[in-house]
């Protein structure tokens, strides 16, 4: 077989991701939190670059209007080819640079010497420290809550209840309370509650100490009547009242003695295992509020860091000559930081964007509570602010918003809708699942409902719904086939 070498032309698409662009999408998904550690690290790398988290004063505004260019939008300058334009050296190759950097950087004889530019392992090592970083008790929880819960009006209710915990693991502000401030029927707010008693660590989301062992109990499946009434009766137990225990309980003494050594088994206070920290639970990324004229959104600015760059030291290191090499390094280094600056400022707007057009979609919910939640998809937002449902995900996945009805991750106020059968009116996916166990609740015992009939009920109520959709929906309330159903009633039967 005879090898020769030929020169051809092939014409052929290719997505390239950019060091710069995958900077300002990692940026996209950090908390104001994150942020704020993140351009910390990078201060400490950086001599032109200077990060004021005091984002309150005029100064901030006035400052470095030499660099007022690098506030455009990114995505603007890429499709305008001007994303070279601030760099120094942009006669260069700034991506075999910014690849190359690590081993070919010179050394400069300053305190900042081991300074670099920021590339994908700078994200890395962060992500690994956060990833080493202990795990709270709410944050804990909330990974719970995103898979146990499916219904988005429970997941707001999870999430208000969350807010609500103690270090402990207990959560004891009164039910009646919670339900006035957040307009929701004291009975959702219990239902919701007793699930949440079912995540780990068993204990948590007790309202006092019985509730709590009582838990540990039934997840242990140990709790029997005698058990279950000396915990209504820990009061007597500390008081060593045995003979008053044993009337009540029916139990022995050898029986209170090792109902004793039980509950001393269990943990009181199952909150405790984890790192509790008020400061990074409580701390959202974008507040909204009630003014005279609408509600008004804006970003946290008690956590947000702003970026600065030191302009006057960049003037007078251009004043002064500088060696092939000092030259080069400064150049990557104030080309990083400007690039930094302008991916924050980018990843603010798209944050107060997509957050403004969430409001704007669930106004009533938040004029009169839970009950008035709007299905709402991310293509929804997506479209209203001209964005792709990816940048759209990226946002709302980690950040949270603060509202005079309590604080929510973003995430929470998306959900289904269903299409109705007669005047395309949208149903919100809850409503539905809510119809589909009342059915189930009233059919007659001897002929259950098959998923095939329900749909066609659904329908005449003018609800468009496939069986299989019933089917995932009954699945999704851990509600047995119409089979299963027949088979328990005839087993009840007979027992």
Same mark, same amino acid.
């Given at each position: ?19 710069? @662009? ?13 942020? /704020? ?13 200077? &990060? ?9 505004? !006035? ?32 991506e075999n640079r910014y690849e190359t950097e690590l081993n070919e950087r010179p050394k400069l004889d ?14 890395? %090592?962060? #992500?690994?420290?956060? *990833? ?18 499916? !219904? ?8 208000? @209840?969350? %807010? ?11 039910? %009646? ?6 307009? /929701?029927?004291?009975? $959702?707010?219990?239902? &919701? @509650?007793?699930? @949440? ?6 204990? +948590? ?6 509730? /709590?062992?009582?838990?540990?109990? &039934? ?22 009242e045995l003979k008053q225990l044993m009337k009540i309980t029916n139990l022995d003494k050898e029986g +209170? ?15 405790? *295992?984890?790192?509790? %920290? ?51 390094? +400064?150049?990557?280094? #104030? ?25 704007a979609q669930q106004e009533e919910f938040l004029n009169k509570g839970l009950s008035y939640l709007k ?31 309590? /604080?929510? *991750? ?20 809850? *409503? ?10 009233? $059919? ?52």
């Open positions: 077989m005879q090898l020769a070498q030929q020169i051809k032309m092939r014409q052929s698409q290719s997505l390239v991701m950019t060091p710069q @662009l995958q900077q300002a999408i990692k940026l996209l998904q950090m908390t104001n939190l994150e942020l /704020c550690q993140f351009l910390e690290n990078q201060q400490a790398e950086n001599p032109f670059l200077e &990060v004021d988290t005091n984002t309150t004063t005029d100064e901030n505004n !006035n400052a470095d209007l030499k660099s007022k260019e690098t506030t455009s939008s990114i995505s603007e300058d890429m499709q305008n080819g001007k994303s070279l334009s601030e760099d120094p050296s942009s006669s260069q190759d700034y300053s305190p900042n010497s081991n300074s670099k530019n920021i590339s994908s392992d700078d994200f890395d %090592d962060y #992500i690994s420290n956060l *990833a080493n970083r202990p795990e709270t008790l709410k944050e804990h929880v909330k990974k719970q809550i995103s898979l146990e819960f499916r !219904n988005s009006k429970e997941l707001m209710i999870a999430s208000v @209840l969350t %807010d609500y915990l103690e270090p402990t693991g207990w959560i004891s502000t009164n039910i %009646d309370n919670i339900s006035n401030e957040i307009n /929701c029927d004291i009975e $959702e707010i219990v239902n &919701v @509650l007793s699930k @949440l008693q079912k995540l780990e660590p068993a204990g +948590i989301f007790a309202r006092n100490l019985s509730e /709590c062992l009582k838990i540990q109990l &039934v997840e242990k499946s140990l709790l029997s009547e005698g058990l279950s009434s000396l915990l209504e009766n820990l009061d007597l137990l500390a008081k060593g +209170i003695s090792n109902a004793i050594t039980l509950i001393r088994s269990l943990n009181p206070k199952p909150g405790e *295992a984890f790192l509790f %920290d008020e400061t990074i639970q409580n701390s959202p990324d974008v507040i909204v509020s009630k003014s005279n004229k609408g509600w008004v959104v804006e970003l946290n600015k008690s956590t947000l860091p702003a970026v600065v760059i030191d302009e006057n030291y960049i003037s007078r290191l251009n004043s002064k000559k500088q060696s092939d090499n000092s030259s080069s390094y +400064i150049a990557d280094s #104030i080309a990083s930081a400007r690039w930094l600056k302008r991916s924050v400022e980018q990843r603010n707007s798209t944050t107060l964007t997509i957050a403004s057009a969430i409001v299905p709402m998809v991310l293509r929804d937002i997506a479209s209203n602010v001209g964005m792709h449902e990816s940048t759209v995900s990226r946002v709302t996945t980690g950040l949270t918003i603060e509202t005079p009805k309590g /604080c929510y *991750a973003m995430k929470y106020f998306f959900s289904v809708s269903l299409n109705s059968a007669e005047n395309g009116e949208t149903h919100a996916a809850t *409503a539905v699942r809510e119809a589909i166990k009342k059915l189930i609740a009233d $059919e007659p015992s001897k002929k259950p409902l098959s998923d095939e009939t329900i749909a066609n009920i659904m329908k005449k109520e003018g609800i468009d719904l496939a069986r299989r959709t019933v089917a995932k929906y009954r699945e999704i309330m851990k509600i047995p086939s119409s089979a299963q159903r027949r088979r328990q009633t005839r087993l009840a039967e007979i027992s």
